[in-house]
């Protein structure tokens, strides 16, 4: 069963990274800004959803798909669009930070 606790307070710890919460009062964020903490508890419900997907994989899947994504990471380096690569970077090290735990 799912705590949607957990959820919620992942939620809001992505808030605070993404719009720096604490130095902002709430009133001071765009309503904008405020439907865009629905983006971050959906983040939070794909990154629970994640991490179900990877519990279930094996031992020997996971390995194989740590190696790939650090040949993929190291490549990085040589993409021309720095935005577009530092993107997949903080997805690969996120899928990696998951196949280890």
């Not at 899928?95 to 280890?100: G, N």
Request: overall charge positive; hydrophobic content about 40%; glycine content about 2%.
């Amino acid at each position: 069963m799912v705590n949607r606790q957990n959820v919620m307070r992942r939620a809001w710890a992505i808030f605070r990274q993404t719009y720096n919460y604490p130095a902002l009062s709430w009133k001071s964020v765009e309503y904008s800004d405020r439907r865009c903490f629905g983006s971050c508890l959906r983040c939070a419900w794909a990154e629970l959803r994640e991490a179900t997907r990877l519990s279930s994989i094996s031992g020997d899947v996971k390995a194989a798909r740590s190696k790939a994504l650090s040949h993929e990471m190291m490549l990085l380096t040589f993409r021309e669009d720095y935005r577009a690569a530092q993107v997949r970077r903080c997805e690969i090290e996120t899928e990696l930070a998951h196949l280890a735990a």
